[in-house]
């Protein structure tokens, strides 16, 4: 018989996924598509497959179920929009699945000096280790942006206020300076220290990005809330929300997961998450997106500075 804890967090997850597909199912809508249909048999596979204990299966569960889980996602975002960011731009969406890999590294190698994670029952192979690792890693940036998308479809962000005054250059200096000593402080502490502060970790790339991405024009929450809207940091705190019980009620059940070490509320779980770990969830769908927003736009600076001579010597020729 499930422990209490595992009780209360199928009785959450059931909640939420009855709440969205209630949702998804008042809305209008087409018909999902193939793809949709295969990522939720991708995910009942997965879970039957569990059950009888199919060996490969209890070792590659998670990504297996997220990988479902995002077609269906982004199935369900095109039955009520008529598009969706996998059909509207595949080359986007594989930029996610690629930028995913690196940019969880980054909090991986915080978590080497914080410890507060960590796997067990991982195969003995390393060739099949690091694959594991690599489809793991690359489902959570989709899984983060295809939720949000789908939030905004189901119209759970609210409506729009007023456009408010524009952002000082100092304001935008001092919340990436907060964002920078969220991020340094738990690193440069001692561990015994730091791995209590870890959870500045999961705020700190938003708060030190997103006024980059502001002041470079990229896509920022600070501009959209400057122009009066709060969709974008709603829709991505929902999916925090979301993607967060999702990825412990699964990774709860596999056989290859991870485990939290860190020294506090470990006897106040749900699954495996200590009770209070899962406000870390929704800002760290925030910085997910603040992260990317960043890559994308600091890569069409570089290109574009690279642009800016060649077009100048084409002036200069006509000249």
């Not at 994308?296 to 500075?305: D, N, P």
């Amino acid at each position: 018989m499930p422990s209490k804890h595992v009780t209360l967090g199928i009785i959450i997850v059931a909640g939420v996924v009855i709440f969205m597909v209630g949702r998804y199912l008042r809305r209008p809508r087409q018909r999902l598509s193939a793809a949709g249909w295969l990522g939720l048999a991708v995910i009942v596979a997965a879970e039957v497959l569990l059950t009888l204990q199919a060996k490969w299966v209890t070792i590659y569960f998670t990504p297996l179920a997220w990988s479902g889980y995002i077609l269906l996602a982004d199935s369900m975002v095109a039955s009520l929009e008529g598009t969706s960011r996998l059909r509207e731009s595949p080359r986007g969406f594989l930029a996610l699945v690629i930028c995913s890999v690196p940019l969880w590294l980054i909090f991986e190698a915080v978590n080497l000096r914080l410890k507060n994670w960590a796997y067990v029952g991982l195969p003995a192979s390393a060739l099949a280790r690091d694959a594991g690792y690599a489809w793991a890693f690359a489902t959570i940036w989709p899984a983060i942006y295809e939720t949000a998308d789908l939030v905004k479809a189901l119209r759970l962000t609210g409506r729009r206020s007023n456009p408010h005054a524009p952002i000082s250059l100092r304001t935008l200096a001092a919340i990436s300076l907060a964002g920078l000593v969220c991020i340094s402080l738990p690193v440069m502490l001692p561990a015994r220290i730091g791995s209590y502060l870890f959870g500045m970790v999961w705020i700190g790339f938003a708060l030190l990005l997103d006024p980059l991405n502001y002041h470079w024009g990229g896509r920022s929450v600070l501009r959209e809330w400057e122009n009066g809207s709060t969709d974008t940091l709603k829709s991505f705190l929902l999916s925090g929300v979301v993607c967060g019980f999702l990825w412990e009620f699964w990774n709860y059940w596999a056989h290859a997961r991870w485990v939290y070490i860190f020294p506090i509320f470990q006897h106040w779980k749900i699954f495996e998450m200590p009770a209070p770990g899962f406000l870390g969830f929704p800002p760290f769908a925030v910085e997910c997106m603040a992260m990317f927003e960043f890559l994308r736009t600091a890569t069409g600076r570089i290109q574009g500075a690279f642009r800016q001579p060649a077009r100048l010597a084409a002036v200069q020729r006509e000249q």
